[in-house]
Nanobody
Framework: QVQLVESGGGLVQAGGSLRLSCTAS????????MGWFRQAPGKEREFVAA????????SVADSVKGRFTISRENGKNTVYLQMNSLKSEDTAVYYC???????????????????WGQGTQVTVSS
């Protein structure tokens, strides 16, 4: 079992930055592909960014490309989402997720993830 806890959310003005963290307990995050997803009120959960377990491969959604960066520190059991140039449409609850695997690939689909955090609220005021 892996427990994931997100932190770093909050209220920020448009154009500002936030860094989200996702820390795991129970098992090391090595051998886990990791992802960030978000869900705005009345909308489905959507992919934001993902990283392979070695950290070599990354992927970000077109809507955040050039603004958001995903990274990880396996030694600290932590994955990060650096969010810059935030827009009001980035307002959502952000979730991190973990997918155990041997191959070092990026996973971008919600259904492939086995473990989820409780989420952290990000609110961007315009």
């Amino acid at each position: 079992q892996v427990q994931l806890v997100e932190s770093g959310g909050g209220l920020v003005q448009a154009g500002g930055s936030l860094r989200l963290s996702c820390t795991a307990s129970g098992r090391t995050l090595s051998w886990f592909a990791m992802g960030w997803f978000r869900q705005a009120p009345g909308k489905e959960r959507e992919f934001v960014a993902a990283i392979s377990w070695r950290g070599i491969g990354t992927s970000v959604a077109d809507s955040v490309k050039g603004r958001f960066t995903i990274s990880r520190e396996n030694g600290k059991n932590t994955v990060y989402l650096q969010m810059n140039s935030l827009k009001s449409e980035d307002t959502a609850v952000y979730y991190c997720a973990a997918n155990p695997r041997i191959d070092d690939v990026v996973v971008t689909t919600t259904g492939e993830y086995n473990y989820w955090g409780q989420g952290t609220q990000v609110t961007v005021s315009s």
